[in-house]
C-alpha cells in the first residue's frame, strides 16, 4: 500500500488544521493507520492511530482532547484534525500504516511540515 500524506502548512498558536493520508494499491482494511511527528532534535512519536474495521483510536497523552484521528470508507483515507494547536505541535507529521496482526508499521508515506508560531 501506498500512503499519500497531505494538508500541512504554518499556522498561528490556537488555529487547526487537517492532515489526511490517502492509501493507494490496496485499501486499509484490516490494517492500523497512525499519524506520528518528528520534531527537530526529537525522536519520532506516535500521535494517533486508528483500526480501519472498527474506528477504535488512541491518542498520546500531549494531544488528547485536541486532535481527532478519523477515517472515510469511502475515500480510503485517514484524516487527524488538530485544534488548539500550539507550537511544540511543530513537527514533520508522517501517516503509516500496519496490519492489524502485525505490531511494525511497515507502510509510510512522506511526511508533511507543520509549523506552529507563538
Known amino acids: 500500500v501506498q500512503l499519500q500524506a497531505s494538508g500541512g502548512g504554518l499556522v498561528q498558536a490556537g488555529d487547526s488544521l487537517r492532515l489526511s493520508c490517502a492509501a493507494s494499491g490496496r485499501t486499509f482494511t484490516n490494517y492500523v493507520t497512525g499519524w506520528f511527528r518528528q520534531a527537530p532534535g526529537k525522536e519520532r512519536e506516535l500521535v494517533a492511530d486508528i483500526t480501519w474495521n472498527l474506528g477504535s483510536a488512541?491518542?498520546?497523552?500531549?494531544?488528547?482532547?485536541?486532535?481527532?484521528?478519523?477515517?472515510?470508507?469511502?475515500?480510503?483515507?485517514?484524516?487527524?484534525?488538530?485544534?488548539?494547536?500550539?507550537?511544540?505541535?511543530?513537527?514533520?507529521?508522517?501517516c503509516a500504516a500496519r496490519s492489524s496482526m502485525s505490531r511494525n508499521y511497515n507502510h509510510w508515506g512522506q511526511g508533511t511540515l507543520v509549523t506552529v508560531s507563538s
Do not use: C
Open 58 to 94: 488512541n491518542y498520546a497523552a500531549s494531544v488528547k482532547g485536541r486532535f481527532t484521528i478519523s477515517r472515510d470508507h469511502a475515500k480510503n483515507t485517514v484524516d487527524l484534525q488538530m485544534n488548539t494547536l500550539k507550537p511544540e505541535d511543530t513537527a514533520v507529521y508522517y
